[in-house]
């Protein structure tokens, strides 16, 4: 099954936002890693930890869909914000300790790097929008 297909039976055929498709592919990656890690190079607390805070980037954007105000969505992102900054931790840490190669690491590093980003530039724009609606 493609990514695009996985994406929209998981996402109840609605149309992903990018966030929610990035998101969604890093935690395909990252319990790849996961799994990677146990298997390959029997290393079992990091790659707990990576796959923990990996993976929960994306359940909380899923999980700000249904926030019960605009303060709360921009709660839910910024939580996702810190797990992603985090993960880069996490990634990191197996870099440097020789457990991811490079071409895996800078991916990985890239992609995470990505989810900051979107995640700061939506964040941000939420806040303005707030902001503004509060000065009018």
Do not use: P
């Not at 709660?75 to 797990?83: G, M």
């Amino acid at each position: 099954m493609k990514n695009e297909e996985r994406r929209m039976k998981n996402s109840r055929q609605r149309e992903d936002s990018l966030l929610h498709a990035k998101s969604y592919d890093f935690a395909l990656r990252i319990i790849g890693m996961n799994k990677y890690l146990r298997e390959q190079k029997e290393e079992f607390v990091l790659s707990k930890q990576i796959l923990r805070s990996g993976t929960a980037i994306g359940a909380l954007i899923r999980e700000s869909e249904f926030a019960q105000s605009q303060a709360d969505f921009v709660n839910k992102l910024s939580v996702a914000l810190k797990e992603a900054n985090e993960t880069d931790y996490w990634l990191n840490l197996l870099h440097d300790s020789h457990y991811l190669n490079e071409v895996s690491f800078i991916s990985m590093e890239n992609d995470c790097g990505e989810l900051i980003a979107l995640l700061v530039s939506s964040i941000r724009t939420v806040k303005n929008k707030l902001m503004k609606k509060s000065e009018e």
